[in-house]
């Protein structure tokens, strides 16, 4: 069983459509959350990063994270084809970044 | 501007020749990554230093080395032994081992 499992898509959906995007890990160690927006043949660029169970919202973009079910999910409102990319969920555990883990990786169409 | 630059952006190397990848950053991050990016893989870890003249082995850094002489620059270099390096490889760096990583925008190496 792989530490991070991310639903692979590919994900397509209408614009203004509510995406959710999401992930799940078996490693209670881990405390560090975060999601990375990567378009094609360019390096992932850091969306949220968080360490609390709960939301936390960044204008379109909402992370929940659930402790107790090892459950993250990151939800975009009004999606824009701008939006098209693939979204990569990380996580690591505290005082350890080199333990630094990726999902998959969940490639997302907005189509006008 | 502050950042991470890999370059090149694309190189092409002969099979049982060693190539080294550049990364520079001006971010005064104390932390960095080399990370390798298959299609339909997460990202897996080659290298991390936490400080200068000072570096660990990542999950899959058989065929590769780097050195960190200096805070802003931590080169890669795939060496004949790495048996299948076509791939694209992503450098990061972070303040330390408790923060975000940030990333480059990569280089795709091919063996040609």
């Known amino acids: 069983q792989k530490e991070v499992e991310q639903d692979p898509g590919p994900l397509s959906v209408p614009e203004g459509a509510i995406v959710s995007l999401n992930c799940t890990y078996s490693n209670s160690a881990f405390q560090y959350f975060m999601w990375y927006r990567q378009y094609s043949r360019k390096g992932p660029e850091l969306l949220m990063y968080?360490?609390?169970?709960g939301n936390k919202e960044d204008g379109r973009f909402t992370a929940q994270v659930d402790k107790s079910s090892k459950y993250i999910s990151l939800f975009i409102r009004d999606s824009q084809p701008s939006d098209s990319a693939t979204y990569l969920c990380a996580i690591f555990p505290s005082g350890s970044a080199r333990q630094l883990t990726f999902g998959s990786g969940t490639q997302l169409t907005v189509l006008p | 501007d502050g950042g991470i630059t890999q370059s090149p952006k694309y190189l092409f190397r002969k099979e049982g020749q060693n190539v080294t990848l550049s990364c520079e950053q001006n971010?005064?991050?104390?932390?960095m990554y080399w990370y390798r990016q298959d299609p339909g893989q997460g990202l897996r870890l080659i290298y991390y230093s936490q400080i200068v003249n000072d570096f660990q082995k990542g999950d899959i850094a058989e065929g590769y080395s780097v050195s960190r002489e200096k805070k802003e620059s931590f080169p890669l270099t795939v060496t004949s032994a790495q048996k299948n390096p076509t791939a694209f490889y992503l450098c990061?760096?972070?303040?330390?081992?408790?923060?975000?990583?940030?990333f480059g925008q990569g280089t795709r190496l091919t063996v040609v």
């Open positions: 971010l005064n991050h104390d932390a």
């Open positions: 990061a760096s972070s303040i330390d081992e408790n923060t975000e990583a940030f």
């Open positions: 968080t360490y609390s169970s």
